[in-house]
């Protein structure tokens, strides 16, 4: 079974700092993409930024600028700096991995992290 567990979300102003990780567990033999992914209330999920194992990145155009993606491959980690937060940040925030398990490649999701930014 794999687990992916996420924290650092909370409660910041407008124009303040968040940094959210996600450690992957379980039956996992290699990561590709990791990621985070966010969810407004009414609005569909979203990408947010994506990394490949050999740290190429993909941002988003709405945090491009403002937040950064990394990884950290021996710890299975993934981590989003969040920088400049605004209102408009505030959202559940959603890990997930792309990777090879002992007999497939599958999607999995984190259980979401609340992030929720005051004007």
């Known amino acids: 079974q794999v687990q992916l567990v996420e924290s650092g979300g909370g409660l910041v102003q407008a124009g303040g700092s968040l940094r959210l990780s996600c450690a992957v567990s379980?039956?996992?033999?290699?990561?590709?993409?990791m990621g985070w992914y966010r969810q407004a209330p009414g609005k569909q999920r979203e990408l947010v930024a994506t990394?490949?194992?050999?740290?190429?990145?993909n941002i988003a155009d709405s945090v491009k600028g403002r937040f950064t993606i990394s990884r950290d491959n021996a710890k299975r980690t993934v981590y989003l700096q969040m920088d400049s937060l605004k209102p408009e940040d505030t959202a559940v925030y959603y890990c997930?991995?792309?990777?090879?398990?002992?007999?497939?490649?599958?999607?999995?999701w984190g259980q979401g992290t609340q992030v929720t930014v005051s004007s």
């Open positions: 990394i490949t194992t050999g740290g190429s990145t």
């Open positions: 379980g039956s996992i033999l290699s990561i590709n993409l």
């Open positions: 997930h991995c792309d990777a090879w398990g002992p007999w497939s490649r599958d999607v999995h």
